[in-house]
């Protein structure tokens, strides 16, 4: 077992006062290591976190105690398949561009019809262009 399960075990197995006990204990501990950390004396900053997670899995298991003694304990969910992430939609520009093969351009796709109209729209734009010269 790890440090943890462990850790978890013994707080189980201990009675509601020794739970109220080691909470008080942890809770000095916690505000006697914030102390050195203001004096600048603590040795080692992650001990706040170690002391803190402590606190939380005693206060964890009191509160599981006490579910248990008045009956409104909670079954553990049974866990259920994640949903399939939803599909991301790309802008049109992008979903476009990736949908026509690469060196192809919107006029070679065209009807030759079409074409000849783009070629002639182009014509009377430049000549326009021209005569504003």
Do not use: C, W, Y
């Not at 943890?4 to 109220?20: F, G, P, Q, T, V």
């Not at 004096?39 to 579910?67: D, L, P, S």
Request: proline fraction near 5%; charged fraction near 35%.
């Amino acid at each position: 077992m790890n440090k943890r399960a462990d850790s978890i075990k013994a707080l189980r197995e201990m009675n509601d006062a020794e739970l109220a006990d080691h909470l008080r204990v942890q809770r000095r501990k916690l505000f006697e290591i914030r102390f050195q950390q203001a004096t600048g004396q603590v040795e080692n900053h992650r001990q706040v976190r170690a002391v803190r997670r402590e606190i939380a899995r005693t206060m964890t298991v009191q509160i599981e105690a006490e579910r248990t003694l008045s009956g409104t304990a909670v079954e553990a969910p049974v866990p259920v398949a994640a949903p399939a992430p939803p599909v991301r939609r790309r802008g049109r520009a992008k979903a476009e561009a990736e949908a026509e093969p690469a060196g192809a351009t919107a006029a070679d796709g065209a009807a030759p019809e079409a074409v000849e109209e783009v070629e002639a729209s182009d014509e009377v734009a430049a000549e326009e262009v021209d005569e504003d010269e």
